[in-house]
């Protein structure tokens, strides 16, 4: 068996497809680029060579039974050892891939799902369900628990199809294994599109994004793959967990949103019937400037408290656009747009530039408006910034080939505390990069933003200490972390909890709903093959 | 002590306030209206008098440390035997209150809660909270399960303040016991409202819309209480259950989102920070008129799917326009209105018009449109509506006075199953009424419509046989639930579950989230004593 993750050229250790890394002049580039922000000089190191990787020996195998599905070929377990956060990456980039799982299973059916429960509860193996492996949480890493053997990867990616498409009521019934790209594929054919689009899009599954309430395209309103889910169907070790396909219901407290955020404790997700819609036909957008973030965050908060839903407005500051190749003359800038496959958009348009030029947004053009027919115009600013967007992880793991300690975390709070929350923030992550690294850069955009408050995004960069990674990493998360938690800000708006936020997840959600998720999973995980560790302790 | 409950005089067995129920002059006509509707001669009979009421004499009593939150006092006992369903009435009418409880506390504080919460464990009593008391499916009324002494019932009406607003991020803090008139008049004094307009809103509480997911005044996009909570804190036997206050998080599955739709089994819901907004300024409004019930409801799917987020979209037959005294012609009618604080709404109005119309819609008269200061113009149609819709439940238990069965219920679907499921459903109900009344009558509203889907509103009516009313309501009931069952939508869209709906509850919800959220249920309350055989078992 190849897993489908491994059928194309996944690369072992970064972000995303071989093909699509930068190559070395690229590198060196961006190394140049990179010394002249950092003042530090950074240099390309060697990438890491597949030829060299050790892997433990596999503790536990497949039986007869799951032979089929199952692999124990080093590059597919390479492959599902880690997810890509900067840890992950630097981890890999060394060759160490200690935690390693045993083997990997990709079932094709929900009967091979319940069946790999079956035999992990057996014969005391933990299962990580898998999908794009594109965490950056430590949400797929599972170091072999007390009282387990081994652990087994299980990869979603064969069942990736989209099985029925209901275009009355504008929903599909997808198999959870479907990325990004396939999904759309599948949905075009019908005129259709779900228009979610995290970063992670080219790689991440249906399933890993209803696993962990994944943020997408849409700045307001459906912000998250909460809002597009209809019904789930899980598959437990105590059985199939599935609900009825409504638009909405008031019949008790929501399955769905139990199973939402559940990061693969309660069970397999293997099929959702997700609401679509048909691709735009009219789009507008336009780029407003601001002399100070504070300007742009209370433009962003009128907009979002008018009732307009843009699709677009997101608010970057000044050192945010150039890293995203995003032209601002120095200065911070909000990307503003509408979409609609019903209605010209105008009104919606004019309302929002109106409430963004009041508080202080300066225009250089007026909105670009495409009807039917004119999907190729397109506002440039808007085209560059989704395209650094999706490049953006890539460019994360060559920086860990340049020496560069580069990393995102992301937050959501009220609008009253974000003053505060930001000048914390930024002077947490600033006084650690100055203790780990001699300084750095603090970047912050708002990739949501709601009526009652903003999801900012931070990325911070600074140069990294060659095989001291991971300590001047968790020394810079850890300030990170704990001022977000300070503000009564949550530890995470879309990139989930894994293993990485628990102290801080711990502290952030209600301790007798800890109790009710800790009751709930033994429920119908009791022998805790699921995922442990992840959001409550066995 | 006198419950707040009590404090206006509340009918001990009829909806409402005791001045609001229709005085003999309006019975007689209304029965002289039905008569003509149903071929069947209705009478007034005598109304109840509560001199003749005699209640079960009380198993336990409150211990001295909750004696000054404790009432025995009858009237209190009868306000909270029983919500108000047809069924509540038919025996509050007989004057049968046998499963009264033994005593009605009213706590103040959370401490206040925990307090009887601790005594009720030790002592073997059952808790049941208590908003409004407007359940229409028995989620009040607690028969006493074996293992326990007694029953109490946990009035919140006494916790009904506005703690805190922040207009910044457009939120207040709301102790759960306001009713929808003491919420809103606290929030009047900020410019700020909830609009959250349910049926029950004069009677019912924050706290009782949290735990029974109620559906409100918005027909698009924001319909349940679920979309304004920003955070709840729920006192439960094992400890406070605080969300943090958070425009969105992917944290993990939402605890907020376990609380709502919990019916009291879970914890007592004391407090919430709810979204709210400015009062509109602008309005629009308008009457569509279809000739066919499918035809509006085409037009109904095709404004829910075009993104334009009406605050009214909601369908009549022809038979519900008559009960709600809006003007129809004996066509089928479509209130459709949108409100802004923002912008005037010209534009959407006239998109949604067009779709309207563009499916076979008729107008008598242009839209009404009034801006700021012309809050007193409206579209009459749409007042005769508001009217009419808070007016109903009064009007439920004036006809179980002339001997006329009246019920409403209520569900969702998705798009391409509506048509199958009108039908079913009105001929299981129509089929039921002539074998249990003799015949009667059924009609259909959407009181909020998805872009996936409708939620469907029945009401029937029917000749009751004196002494017969339970039995021949419990067979239609039956009848019509079965149908919703088989066509696959849900038992309820915003009525909960209660003890009513249990059985087809059983049926819809996934087997392994019954097992989890029984588990869930006994981690925070492990003596069983919240509000025992609603949603699980214990």
Redesign the interface.
């Known amino acids: 068996m190849t897993s489908a993750a491994s059928a194309r050229s996944r690369s072992f250790w970064a972000w995303g497809y071989e093909d699509k890394f930068p190559d070395d002049a690229a590198r060196r580039a961006l190394a140049e680029q990179v010394s002249a922000v950092l003042g530090v000089a950074c240099m390309p190191r060697a990438l890491p060579s597949f030829s060299n990787l050790r892997l433990p020996v596999p503790r536990v195998g497949a039986p007869a039974s799951l032979a089929a599905l199952a692999s124990v070929d080093p590059r597919d377990r390479a492959l599902h050892t880690y997810g890509r956060s900067y840890r992950d990456v630097v981890r890999a980039f060394r060759l160490d891939f200690a935690t390693a799982p045993d083997l990997v299973l990709a079932p094709r059916t929900d009967d091979d799902v319940a069946d790999a429960l079956a035999w992990a509860e057996e014969e005391k193996v933990c299962i990580v369900p898998f999908g794009g492996g594109t965490s950056v949480v430590g949400g797929v890493e599972c170091p072999l628990p007390s009282g387990f053997r081994g652990v087994a990867s299980l990869d979603l990616t064969a069942m990736d199809r989209v099985l029925a498409v209901?275009a009355?009521?504008?929903?599909a019934l997808v198999q959870a294994g479907a990325t990004g790209p396939v999904l759309e594929e599948q949905l075009a054919a019908h005129g259709l599109t779900l228009r979610h689009f995290p970063q992670s899009f080219e790689l991440s599954t249906v399933g890993g994004w209803i696993a962990?309430?994944?943020?997408g395209h849409y700045a307001t309103l459906l912000?998250?793959i909460d809002d597009f889910v209809?019904s789930i169907r899980?598959v437990?070790p105590?059985?199939?967990?599935?609900?009825?396909?409504?638009?909405?219901?008031?019949?008790?407290?929501?399955?769905d949103?139990?199973?939402?955020?559940?990061?693969g404790i309660?069970?397999v997700i293997t099929q959702a019937w997700l609401?679509v819609?048909p691709r735009p036909r009219f789009r507008a957008s336009v780029s407003v400037y601001y002399a100070t973030f504070a300007e742009g965050a209370e433009a962003c908060?009128a907009i979002a408290?008018?009732?307009?839903?843009p699709s677009n407005c997101r608010l970057l500051d000044a050192r945010e656009a150039l890293l995203h190749g995003v032209p601002s003359d120095g200065k911070n800038v909000l990307l503003l747009a509408f979409e609609?496959?019903?209605?010209p958009l105008a009104?919606?348009m004019e309302?929002a530039l109106a409430l963004a030029t009041a508080h202080g947004g300066a225009c250089s053009s007026p909105p670009v408006y495409a009807d039917e027919g004119e999907t190729a115009r397109a506002n440039e600013t808007a085209t560059s910034w989704r395209r650094a967007f999706f490049d953006a992880p890539y460019l994360q793991s060559a920086l860990v080939t340049l020496g560069v300690l580069a990393d995102t975390f992301e937050t959501?709070?009220?609008?009253?505390k974000f003053p505060a929350l930001h000048k914390q923030v930024k002077r947490a992550v600033l006084d650690a990069l100055g203790r780990e690294c001699g300084g750095g850069v603090v970047t912050c955009r708002f990739t949501?933003v709601?009526?009652?408050?903003?999801?900012p995004y931070y990325t911070f960069v600074g140069a990294a200490r060659e095989g001291h990674e991971l300590e001047q990493w968790a020394a810079i998360k850890k300030a990170a972390s704990d001022a977000l938690s300070a503000c009564?800000?949550?530890?995470?708006?879309?990139?989930?909890?894994g293993r990485t936020?628990r102290p801080w997840?711990d502290r952030?959600?209600?301790?007798?709903?800890a109790?009710?998720?800790?009751?709930?999973?033994?429920?119908?995980d009791p022998m805790a093959v699921l995922n442990p560790g992840v959001?409550v302790d066995p």
């Not at 949103?257 to 990061?263: F, K, M, T, V, Y």
């Not at 609609?340 to 209605?343: F, P, R």
């Not at 952030?508 to 709903?513: N, Q």
């Open positions: 209901d009355v009521s504008r929903a962990t309430r994944a943020g912000t998250h209809e899980m437990t105590r059985g199939v967990w599935e609900s009825r396909r409504l638009p909405a219901s008031g019949a008790g407290p929501s399955p949103r139990l199973a939402l955020g559940s990061e309660l069970g609401r819609v908060r408290q008018a009732g307009l839903y609609s496959a019903d209605h009104p919606w309302r959501a709070c009220t609008w009253d949501h709601y009526p009652d408050g903003p999801a009564g800000a949550t530890i995470t708006h879309h990139h989930a909890v936020h997840y952030e959600r209600p301790d007798p709903f109790l009710a998720l800790r009751a709930a999973k033994k429920a119908v959001l």
